[in-house]
């Protein structure tokens, strides 16, 4: 697509066909989502599953976790119908599948608020997030012990010469564009990507347990990951950092690289 880039000091993106501006999200801002609907009678299942579907996505779109978390449990039919729609169909039980949707949430909540939300501290930034399991294959709802923002000196995408652009001194801010700038002054853009998220999976011990093969193939890794895109939209960027290196050292770096989704 042609883009039509400001540059100002918080630029703006537009398209040219049509004409309309590319919205970015607003990290420094936090909408409050407040039930005002007593509804006196009682609907029927199919149109109240339905109607806890989209709060459900409206939670999660305006990250407030914590409220899709407690809707999730609801009841049972509404946690089947959840567990199916991120993660798909199984044969756990009702109470392993609202824990498993609800670890999950937490996580996103602790990757929204102690990395997209806090301030940038250099160009290229990373989210650690520190599992409390020492060993083993890393699922999204592990317990995490916690999450923090850290420094990295960059991330390649593709083989491909990546434009970095701010709208703001969040994490959350970062835009990336992969393209180059035509005569006329637009920017043939191949690929656009904002927010821009990097994750490192680690034990307490600093020691990334992940393979390039288990986040390539683990299907749960795969669904997290839509599950970030449908919670910040369809140009979220998702890279996470793979360690081949097998020597247990974390500051051997020769076996490290991304994996882009």
């Not at 520190?130 to 890393?138: A, L, P, Q, T, Y």
């Not at 599950?227 to 369809?234: H, N």
Request: glycine share 6%.
């Amino acid at each position: 697509m042609k883009l039509l880039i400001t540059r100002s000091s918080k630029p703006h993106f537009y398209t040219t066909d049509p004409l309309q501006e590319l919205k970015v999200i607003d990290f420094g801002s936090h909408e409050l989502c407040q039930p005002d609907w007593d509804l006196q009678r009682s609907l029927p299942l199919e149109i109240t599953t339905k109607i806890c579907h989209d709060l459900f996505l409206i939670y999660l779109r305006s990250f407030n976790f914590d409220q899709a978390g407690a809707l999730v449990a609801i009841n049972s039919t509404f946690a089947n119908d959840i567990y199916d729609y991120v993660y798909g169909r199984s044969v756990l039980s009702v109470t392993t599948k609202i824990k498993r949707i609800c670890n999950s949430l937490n996580l996103l909540e602790m990757i929204h608020d102690s990395y997209m939300t806090v301030d940038r501290i250099s160009q290229y930034t990373m989210c650690r997030v520190v599992r409390r399991k020492f060993s083993g294959k890393f699922y999204p709802w592990d317990g995490v012990h916690e999450c923090f923002a850290t420094p990295i000196s960059g991330v390649i995408a593709d083989d491909k010469p990546v434009k970095q652009y701010a709208s703001g001194p969040l994490n959350g801010d970062n835009i990336w564009v992969v393209g180059k700038y035509l005569d006329n002054g637009l920017f043939d853009c191949r690929r656009f990507k904002h927010p821009v998220i990097n994750l490192e999976i680690t034990n307490a011990y600093d020691l990334n347990l992940c393979t390039a093969f288990f986040l390539r193939r683990d299907q749960f890794i795969k669904q997290f990951v839509w599950l970030l895109k449908l919670t910040y939209g369809r140009y979220t960027g998702v890279h996470i950092m793979f360690n081949d290196s097998g020597d247990g050292n974390p500051f051997d770096l020769s076996g490290t690289g991304f994996i882009e989704y």
